[in-house]
Structures are given as C-alpha cells and as structure tokens.
C-alpha cells in the first residue's frame, strides 16, 4: 500500500545516468508569462499504473490557444530527485487537458508529480507504479457521486487508507438530477447534450476538494456507466434522446469529455469513436483486475426501453443479447485463460452481477442489470470454471446499496454450488436505491448474504495471497460536508473458497 511505500522514500537513489543534469525547476523565473489565475484549478490527477508507467493528467482553464506545458516526476515531494521531465501539448481541441505516461519507471514504488506553465505551478500529486511481488494490495471501490445529492466526504476516508489504487466503476458524474428530497449543492445549469456542457459538468466535480485531493493522492483506475452519457442507455441507443444520429452526436461529446477529465490514455478513444476501456490490471501471481465496460458495446434491453421490471421476456435469454460485446467477450475469456493465472482474479464491472428475484414472479427480472442479459451471465460464469482461474470476485456499483452476494452456478438452482463471490459498493454520494425493487430481496435470494438499501460510502478491499477481506465503509451524513466514515460490516473470502464469511 502508498503507506508502506512511503517507507522507501529514504532508499537509496537511482543511478546517475537516469538524471537530468540540470533538472527543471517549475519556479518563477525571469522572462515567465505572468498568468493571472491559476490555469490548474481543475487538479492533477493520475491513472492506469503499470509496473513501469502511469498516466498523469491536468487540464488548463482560463487558456483559449494551444499551449505547451512543462510536467515533473520526482521520487521525493520537494522535488530533489526528478527521474523524468519533459513538456506536454494542451490543445484547445482536447478542451486543453493533459495526458503524460512516462515510461521506464521503477516497479512497485511512489512518486510525485506537478505541472508548469509561464509562473504557475500546479499542487503536487502522488502515485506509485505496480509491484509485480506485491503480497498485499488495496483497493478502494466507488461508484456513483451525485453531485447535488450528497458531499464527497467519503474520499477524505479513502486517501486516509491510502489504497493502491482506486477502482471506480460509473456514475462519475450524473447529467440530470433526480428524486425527491433536499439537494446540499445543485448543478445550476440544464442536462449536458454537447461537448462544452459535459465538460462543464465534469470541470464542476472537478473543484470539489474532497474528490481532488483524492485524485491528486492515488491512482484512479475508472469506467463508466450510464449517468457519464444518459440514464439507462444500451450501447447505441438512448432513452431520453430517442432519435439515433442526435443520441450518437450526445454520445460522442460524453465520451471525448470524459476523456478529456480521466487519466487515461488518451489512444483508447478511437477515431471510429470507440473508447476502449476494458483492460487488465496484474498484481504478478497475487491479484489480476479484469475491468469492464457493460454499457458501451451492450444491445438494447430486453422487452422495455431503459430499466424497467419485466417479466415473460424470452428475450433475456436471446443469445445474441450481450452486456459485453462479441469483441470484449473475447477479450475477457482470454485473459481468464492464461496459465500463469494470479491467486485472485477480481472483475470489476459496473452493476450487480447476482440474480435478484422480485417479488412480481419468478421470471420478473430488472431489465438494465446483468438479469436482462442472462445469455451473458451465464457464458461469463463458465468462464470461470476454466482451471486457470481462482478465487474470483465481482467487483460493482450503480444500484445505489451495498450488496455481498454468492455468485451461483446457475440462479435458478440454488443448490447448483457458489463459484464465486460478488462484492457491490452503495454509492458515494447519493439516494440509495428504490426500496420497493431491493427490500424484498433478502427474502427471495438465499445467495444474498448482506444487503443495505440506506447508508452510502465505498468499500475497502484488502487483498493477501491467504484472503480477501472487505470493509463497508458507510458515510456518517452526506449533507455534512465534515462527516466522518465508520465500518458498516466486514466480510472475509478465503482463498480456495468462494463465498463470504461474516
């Protein structure tokens, strides 16, 4: 974890050939342009670690041309011992945003990072880089902020774990308010259906200083879910914006802006408009980190238009039906085949994974989780009966409540065995979820081993090659802009055995 690796500050220097010689200094010096504001109020941040990369990202404001700016990583926060500098294009095209991936670090250790323009220097942002013989590994995992429904006092919980990293799997940003009940802070500005309103609505969350110094303290490993666009769309189509060539012009601008404002490498949005965030993340042979993306590449819903309960619907069986696309379905069956599979292979995927029996029927399903695409479920579930994988985890989001769940080898038998252990975050900063769709569910899903419709927080996951444990981490009061952070309940996976111990 950042903590222990903070230890290693005081090792010993890289090598001398690995410095500048005359490292550069983001201080004022004479003949600097003068800028008036501070170009960097949007934060650092950084993203998507390897064992020898990271991603650092920033974006200008106040700046209308193209301008070039300086960028610094250091292994010391004062800046003594720069291992990498070098200079980074903002264009007005990308909406000025930054993206830099050194390369060549060293595996497994932390490091600081700023950036420069004219006199103006940016905070200071801290990351670490991958260790291959990690023994351990945190994760801390959010879903679901809304910006007016709550504060994002949460994150000052998480930076005080210091995970190695933060997996973040949708509802970063919310495009419309909803519900009922009292708002701590609003949006003040209508639903984002262009580019300059996403990424006004994304520079807004942006000066929350909850959430920036979140970014600027760990390594964000993000994907999307539906608020990011529009409620509930699938794939192509929308809900709210019905007509095709409207909604993939919406789309599209809720894509490059999400882009623009996540350290990601800038070459996953592709000139076809794909944004290709599934990707993996390897701890060597302690941990692997399939993340996925159940939004962009699924077909429309089953017999409904967005999420609504449905029932007698042959279509979620269709086996053309797919939440991952042919493409990342494959992808995904590869890489759980690998020989040199880890000790824990953890999916991390944006809703709930788990059968949920309704009390409409036995064939009532909600159609915008994983149960109306049932076809999937059960292709990616064998896919982790395959020899090369072991103690796998679900990792979620989007339904507004904590969840652990058995994962069985076929829902509609319940004696059919546990193959694997589903762990879903309530949201950071929001209402929870419909009480009438989850309270019956404890009830009616035996697999349900904790279910909790009423706090919001984010869940913290310590990960050693012997278990997998969990801390609940719920939100004293989301209107209190100070409040503090308690354990709702901890769950233990044990190596070798699927399922979750109180």
Same mark, same amino acid.
């Given at each position: 974890?950042?903590?222990?690796?903070?230890?290693?500050?005081?090792?010993?220097?890289?090598?001398?050939?690995?410095?500048?010689?005359?490292?550069?200094?983001?201080?004022?010096?004479?003949?600097?342009?003068?800028?008036?504001?501070?170009?960097?109020?949007?934060?650092?941040?950084?993203?998507?670690? *390897?064992?020898?990369?990271?991603?650092?990202?920033?974006?200008?404001? *106040?700046?209308?041309?193209?301008?070039?700016?300086?960028?610094?990583?250091?292994?010391?926060?004062?800046?003594?011992?720069?291992?990498?500098?070098?200079?980074?294009?903002?264009?007005? !095209?990308?909406?000025?945003?930054?993206?830099?991936?050194?390369?060549?670090?060293?595996?497994?250790?932390?490091?600081?990072?700023?950036?420069?323009?004219?006199?103006?220097?940016?905070?200071?942002?801290?990351?670490?880089?991958?260790?291959?013989?990690?023994?351990?590994?945190?994760?801390?995992?959010?879903?679901?902020?809304?910006?007016?429904?709550?504060?994002?006092?949460?994150?000052?919980?998480?930076?005080?774990?210091?995970? +190695?990293?933060?997996?973040?799997?949708?509802?970063?940003?919310?495009?419309?308010?909803?519900?009922?009940?009292?708002?701590?802070?609003?949006?003040?500005?209508?639903?984002?259906?262009?580019?300059?309103?996403?990424?006004?609505?994304?520079?807004?969350?942006?000066?929350?200083?909850?959430?920036?110094?979140?970014?600027?303290?760990?390594?964000?490993?993000?994907?999307?879910?539906?608020?990011?666009?529009? =409620?509930?769309?699938?794939?192509?189509?929308?809900?709210?914006?019905?007509?095709?060539?409207?909604?993939?012009?919406?789309?599209?601008?809720?894509?490059?802006?999400?882009?623009?404002?996540?350290?990601?490498?800038?070459?996953?949005?592709?000139?076809?408009?794909?944004?290709?965030?599934?990707?993996?993340?390897?701890?060597?042979?302690?941990?692997?980190?399939?993340?996925?993306?159940?939004?962009?590449?699924?077909?429309?819903?089953?017999?409904?238009?967005? *999420?609504?309960?449905?029932?007698?619907?042959?279509?979620?069986?269709?086996?053309?039906?797919?939440?991952?696309?042919?493409?990342?379905?494959?992808?995904?069956?590869?890489?759980?085949?690998?020989?040199?599979?880890?000790?824990?292979?953890?999916?991390?995927?944006?809703?709930?994974?788990?059968?949920?029996?309704?009390?409409? !029927?036995?064939?009532?399903?909600?159609?915008?989780?994983? +149960?109306?695409?049932?076809?999937?479920?059960?292709?990616?579930?064998?896919?982790?009966?395959?020899?090369?994988?072991?103690?796998?985890?679900?990792?979620? !989001?989007?339904?507004?409540?904590?969840?652990? =769940?058995?994962?069985?080898?076929?829902? +509609?038998?319940?004696?059919?065995?546990?193959?694997?252990?589903?762990?879903?975050?309530?949201?950071?900063?929001?209402?929870?979820?419909?009480?009438?769709?989850?309270?019956?569910?404890?009830?009616? =899903?035996?697999?349900?081993?904790?279910?909790? =419709?009423?706090?919001?927080?984010?869940?913290?996951?310590?990960?050693?090659?012997?278990?997998?444990?969990?801390?609940?981490?719920?939100?004293?009061?989301?209107?209190?802009?100070?409040?503090?952070?308690?354990?709702?309940?901890?769950?233990?996976?044990?190596?070798?055995?699927?399922?979750?111990?109180?």
């Amino acid at each position: 974890m950042l903590s222990r690796r903070r230890l290693l500050a005081g090792a010993a220097a890289l090598a001398a050939t690995r410095f500048l010689e005359a490292p550069l200094r983001a201080r004022p010096v004479s003949g600097r342009p003068h800028l008036g504001r501070d170009p960097f109020a949007l934060g650092v941040a950084s993203g998507d670690p *390897g064992t020898d990369s990271v991603i650092l990202w920033t974006r200008l404001t *106040g700046i209308t041309e193209d301008r070039m700016i300086g960028w610094e990583l250091a292994e010391d926060a004062q800046f003594r011992r720069i291992v990498r500098t070098g200079t980074a294009l903002a264009s007005a !095209g990308r909406g000025h945003a930054v993206h830099v991936e050194p390369q060549g670090l060293r595996a497994g250790r932390p490091y600081h990072y700023r950036f420069h323009i004219g006199d103006a220097v940016s905070r200071t942002g801290q990351t670490a880089t991958i260790d291959p013989g990690a023994q351990r590994l945190r994760i801390a995992l959010a879903s679901c902020q809304h910006w007016e429904q709550g504060w994002f006092s949460a994150y000052r919980d998480m930076v005080a774990a210091m995970p +190695d990293a933060v997996l973040h799997v949708g509802d970063y940003i919310y495009e419309k308010s909803f519900g009922g009940g009292p708002d701590v802070r609003r949006f003040d500005a209508p639903q984002p259906e262009t580019l300059d309103d996403y990424r006004a609505r994304h520079a807004l969350y942006r000066t929350d200083p909850d959430l920036a110094q979140a970014h600027a303290s760990l390594p964000f490993i993000v994907t999307w879910d539906d608020h990011e666009v529009e =409620n509930d769309y699938a794939g192509s189509q929308g809900v709210a914006t019905q007509e095709p060539a409207v909604f993939l012009r919406r789309r599209a601008a809720a894509y490059q802006a999400y882009f623009e404002h996540m350290p990601i490498a800038p070459a996953r949005l592709r000139a076809d408009g794909e944004a290709r965030l599934y990707r993996r993340f390897d701890w060597g042979r302690l941990a692997s980190l399939h993340v996925l993306d159940t939004r962009q590449y699924r077909t429309p819903h089953p017999c409904s238009s967005g *999420g609504q309960i449905i029932e007698e619907c042959d279509a979620v069986s269709d086996p053309a039906a797919t939440m991952l696309g042919g493409a990342q379905e494959r992808w995904l069956a590869e890489g759980l085949g690998r020989s040199r599979a880890p000790q824990w292979t953890l999916l991390g995927q944006q809703t709930l994974f788990s059968r949920l029996h309704l009390p409409q !029927g036995p064939q009532a399903r909600y159609s915008d989780i994983w +149960d109306g695409y049932e076809s999937t479920r059960r292709r990616v579930t064998a896919m982790l009966e395959q020899p090369s994988v072991h103690n796998s985890v679900f990792l979620g !989001g989007d339904v507004h409540s904590f969840w652990v =769940n058995d994962v069985q080898r076929d829902f +509609d038998r319940p004696d059919s065995g546990t193959i694997a252990t589903e762990i879903v975050t309530s949201c950071l900063a929001s209402r929870n979820g419909p009480e009438a769709l989850f309270a019956p569910a404890r009830a009616l =899903n035996s697999h349900v081993r904790f279910l909790n =419709n009423s706090r919001a927080g984010y869940v913290l996951l310590d990960v050693t090659k012997e278990r997998l444990s969990a801390q609940l981490r719920a939100v004293d009061d989301l209107a209190d802009p100070s409040s503090g952070c308690a354990s709702l309940a901890s769950f233990v996976v044990e190596a070798g055995r699927a399922g979750a111990i109180a």
